[in-house]
């Protein structure tokens, strides 16, 4: 049996470890939204139809991008493994596979972006004065994909060699250089909207330069190859293909619930998309957990090291479930200053009430999901969670569709949300952790 001594001290290690990820990673997801926020801040004084033609192109942008997210979370795990096996030339091998797997996919992306912004901007409902500066800032944006999506391999590379503070550093440069380029090139050189654009491209690639620098001075030092390898770029897609599968499932959930809050009514809506950008950003302070997650059991796993890596997931559910009660509580506590911030309209303070409570009660769930999700992320086990989203959607699909035809509100769309959803995912999650499958050593999973 393991002495309360050695327990104590094993969990103070993990602790450590957690918080030095897990710190630096929740830095660099808030300067995310950070870049719209300060886009969105310089063109609204541009104009209204400006303002809406940012917010059409930058959804269309941000979903395009966010697809594609296993780019980062693949390639965490694949490096930390080869980190945790001792073969670091391996590791940033396995990392230089993704960002030219990045760089493919980028390729096809522009291709389709390009020249179908204006059929994009048109299928997503612009109006007609909203509709030109939507898809002159899509179409300049689209030069920054190939940057964005090779930041988001990079990241994964970074974070499997357990350096989360360089990503933060480089996300702090490129929101500062975001918003010094989009002042100089919207009232500077009066370029306006398309300013904005290309002042964030701009960004971008200064962001993706500094990144590929980091990684090609790590390849040099270890003697890694930097030539793009068609196994290695095949097995990273086939990697992150089922966490492609459980990205577009995720998303369709949350879609769902965004056109049956439509459903509802004006308030319904406004209050919900006050409840879901709270909600989102709670999410990022458990999502630095899981990103933490995600490297530490690849590590261990990789090293072979099964009790290592079992321990470091019990602690981090504690971790989750400690969070969550934190955060939940903020909220409670947050409601009356919270809702006079985001509107002034009567009804739509009395839903959001409601809804913000139904979050606050459920965010032990939500920490537990999120860790465990980063547990089997690390782990490599992609093809269970796309087929546990996959299940979780068609089990909430039908439920969410009968909330405005038995008369539900708000309240009952966020129960289907943070309550059926999360806790079929915390379910399935919670069962894979206990049956162990996912624990399969070696700097490779096979």
């Known amino acids: 049996m393991t002495s309360p001594a050695r327990g104590s001290a094993g969990m103070r290690r993990h602790d450590r470890e957690i918080l030095a990820l897990a710190l630096p990673a929740f830095g660099a997801l808030v300067a995310e939204p950070l870049f719209l926020l300060v886009d969105s801040a310089i063109v609204g004084h541009l104009g209204t139809p400006q303002l809406a033609g940012l917010g059409v192109a930058a959804t269309l942008l941000q979903t395009a991008v966010h ?90 590379v970074l974070r499997g060699l357990q350096d989360t503070r360089t990503p933060l550093y480089v996300a702090i440069g490129g929101f500062s250089a975001n918003a010094l380029l989009n002042l100089l090139l919207v009232y500077g050189f009066g370029w306006g909207i398309a ?14 330069a500094v990144y590929l620098a980091v990684v090609v001075r790590g390849a040099r030092r270890y ?44 308030a319904e809506v406004a209050a919900h998309q006050i409840t879901l950008t709270i909600w989102s950003l709670m999410a990022f302070a458990l999502d630095a957990i899981a990103i933490a997650g995600q490297a530490i059991i690849g590590r261990y796993l990789g090293a072979g090291d099964e009790a290592g890596a079992r321990a470091a997931c019990r602690r981090m559910v504690q971790w989750g479930v400690v969070s969550g009660l934190v955060l939940g509580t903020a909220v409670v506590l947050a409601r009356p200053l919270l809702m006079p911030l985001f509107s002034s309209d009567p009804d739509v303070h009395a839903r959001l009430a409601a809804a913000l409570l139904v979050v606050a009660v459920t965010q032990p769930i939500a920490g537990v999901v999120f860790v465990l999700d980063g547990v089997l992320m690390g782990a490599g086990d992609g093809p269970y969670l796309a087929g546990a989203m996959l299940a979780t959607l068609a089990v909430y699909a039908p439920v969410v569709l009968l909330v405005p035809t038995l008369g539900g509100g708000l309240t009952a769309l966020w129960w289907t949300i943070a309550g059926l959803m999360m806790g079929m995912r915390l379910a399935t999650l919670w069962a894979r952790a206990r049956s162990g499958r996912w624990v399969v050593t070696g700097a490779v999973r096979a």
Request: with cysteine.
């Open 67 to 156: 697809v594609f997210v296993f780019l980062a979370y693949a390639t965490t795990a694949a490096v930390a493994r080869r980190v945790g096996a001792g073969d670091l030339p391996a590791a940033i091998r396995q990392g230089m596979d993704g960002v030219w797997l990045s760089l493919l996919l980028s390729a096809l992306l522009v291709a389709a972006v390009l020249p179908g912004a204006p059929a994009l901007v048109e299928l997503f409902g612009a109006s007609p004065t909203a509709a030109p500066y939507a898809t002159t800032y899509l179409r300049v944006s689209a030069l920054g994909i190939p940057a964005m999506l090779v930041v988001l391999a990079a990241t994964g």
């Open 223 to 266: 003697g890694a190859s930097l030539r793009p390898n068609l196994a290695g770029i095949r097995a990273c897609a086939q990697a992150g293909t089922p966490l492609l599968i459980r990205t577009l499932s995720l998303r369709a959930i949350l879609v769902l619930a965004t056109a049956v809050a439509a459903r509802l009514g004006n």
């Open 195 to 208: 300013g904005s654009a290309w002042g964030t491209v701009l960004a971008q690639w200064g962001m993706a």
